[in-house]
């Protein structure tokens, strides 16, 4: 079974970056899409970024796009997403999760394995 373990999270002045991980174990990452979703408070969850499982096909939230980046090292089964310029709207817990490969791109019910999260507060 497929075991997803994001980490990097943290405390983050406006306009700072960081660069979450996300660690899987139990299946080998390359046979998966990779999504990164987010969840603030009182609000629903939203997608970030997906990943095709071979890293040429990707797809960004328009309110990222210019910011954020993902990629991924199947050899090191690790998905990253770099965030820069960070803003207080992107306070939120972010989640990766995996769909099959085969499903371009996947639907958030697509995806069968969830990490716990990992938290990001953007605040001066």
């Known amino acids: 079974q497929l075991r997803l373990v994001e980490s990097g999270g943290g405390l983050v002045q406006p306009g700072g970056s960081l660069r979450l991980s996300c660690k899987a174990s139990g299946l080998h990452l390359e046979y998966y899409s990779i999504g990164w979703f987010r969840q603030a408070p009182g609000q629903e969850r939203e997608g970030v970024s997906l990943i095709a499982n071979s890293g040429d096909r990707i797809k960004l939230a328009d309110s990222v796009k210019g910011r954020f980046t993902v990629s991924r090292d199947n050899a090191k089964n690790t998905v990253y997403l770099q965030m820069n310029n960070l803003k207080p709207e992107d306070t939120a817990v972010y989640y990766c999760?995996?769909?099959?490969?085969?499903?371009?791109?996947?639907?958030?019910?697509?995806?069968?394995?969830w990490g716990q999260g990992t938290q990001v507060t953007v605040s001066s």
């Open positions: 999760a995996a769909a099959p490969q085969g499903i371009w791109p996947p639907l958030p019910v697509d995806f069968d394995s």
